[in-house]
């Protein structure tokens, strides 16, 4: 089965070693408390991250129940699409799991001013440290770093207003989406996920990502 008519052949063609080697230097550590290395392909269109401890076996193992999952509610879910998983091997060191994913961030323009929040619902160590108002950048909202739920929840304060408003269907379809994919992943005893949530600075005249829901 694609997944978002993504083809083996449209993957091969992203992560053409030629177009990817500066994006695998400039990669490090990832952002969150697994220390994953990832990185993002050229284009922008796909995220690969190397997988740990019994990962794979757990992917793999959910894999049909994942695709039925997608065509059940129609492809109108919010978990990030996983397009492949695969090994590395060579003679030299041991050999490496990953995965290539979708890159959840739609981005209309990666030139843009933009925040990025990583939001689990909770206070508990929830902040990422920063300057005082280091996202406020010549009036414009901007920071390189991933932001968590009490960072957002100051920037609302400072700026006294919402950094998000949906009209009242969108709100609807958006929760029935999470509420799904909750009711899914807990059915596989996964319990450690996230809502990814870009603020994009774009012109007024730009459709919005909601817009786009089926």
Not at 12 to 23: A, I, P
């Amino acid at each position: 089965m694609e997944i978002d008519n993504v083809s083996p052949r449209d993957i091969y063609n992203s992560l053409n070693v030629d177009l990817n080697r500066n994006s695998v230097f400039k990669a490090g550590e990832g952002a969150g408390a697994s220390g994953s290395f990832f990185f993002f392909s050229a284009d922008k269109r796909f995220l690969i991250k190397t997988l740990r401890g019994n990962e794979r076996k757990i992917l793999l193992n959910m894999l049909d129940s994942f695709i039925k999952y997608l065509k059940d509610v129609g492809n109108q879910s919010l978990i990030a699409k996983i397009y492949g998983v695969y090994t590395v091997k060579t003679n030299v060191y041991s050999s490496c799991d990953f995965i290539v994913m979708q890159n959840t961030s739609r981005m209309i323009n990666n030139t843009h001013p933009k925040m990025s929040f990583d939001m689990k619902g909770s206070v508990f160590k929830r902040k990422t440290i920063l300057k005082e108002h280091f996202w406020l950048q010549q009036d414009q909202l901007n920071c390189e770093k991933i932001l968590k739920d009490l960072n957002f929840m100051e920037i609302r304060e400072a700026i006294g207003s919402y950094l998000l408003h949906l009209e009242h269907s969108d709100q609807e379809k958006l929760n029935r989406m999470v509420e799904a994919d909750s009711k899914f992943l807990r059915s596989h005893n996964l319990m450690d996920y996230s809502l990814l949530f870009v603020v994009e600075t774009a012109p007024a005249e730009m459709k919005s990502f909601f817009q786009g829901f089926a």
